[in-house]
């Protein structure tokens, strides 16, 4: 996975009707992870919109200066944006995107729902935890050349960076050790889905996420054809169209 230079890492927004969602990208990616779910939903009427968090887009040297409340701040703010503008607003996101996700849906419970895409609040890679010391001895690692992803083709729908900014990878550790303590106050409707060929993520973190939520209306979606990026591999547009049915299953504003 690269910086592919057919990619726009930009921000995007698809002006449609009274409901909205926000998609949040996940650590090191950008929207353009999000586009095809945005697409398929902008199709069908709804209003999209997708934020590029801060240090990502740019390089890794930008990211490993940000905070993870730069993060948390930007998400706030885009969904703030997002309901001045619908009448109606859901948040996904996918990875930390879905971290981002749960933090919000865990402040604001007037949410019509959430969708928590391979969450990583639980994450595979056990050197997460060695980032507060390991940053200083090594600020950027590379990533690992194999990927996890199904379709070939779906590494060219991702814009992200091929190093990990270790400054930034122990923000995410805070994060993620913040937003485990909120699950029980996640009460708004709640999607999860996750693939059994995720190796990005702990195979039980999609499972906790679920049990850990306080929301009574919530779902597990297990795929089993997919890598972490289940937005962009080959079963992209199942995700779509499970996320699309559970927004007309909670809204009554989708034309």
Known sequence: MTQHTHLDPSPFFLDGGPTGVLLIHGFTGAPPEMRLVGDYLHARGLTVSGPLLPGHGTSPADMNRCKWTDWTAHAAHALAELQSHC???FVGGLSMGAVLTLRLAARHPELAGAIAYAPALWTADRKIYLSPLMKYLLPVRPVSSESDLVDPQADLRLWCYAETPVFAAHELLKL????RRLLPQVTCPLLVLHSTGDRSIHPDSARLTYERAGAGD????????SGHAITVDTQWEFVADTTYRFITAHTDAVT
Do not use: S
Request: hydrophobic content about 45%.
């Open 87 to 89: 009448r109606t607003v």
């Open 176 to 179: 993620l050790m913040q937003v």
């Open 218 to 225: 919530k779902q597990l979606v297990t795929i089993e054809r």
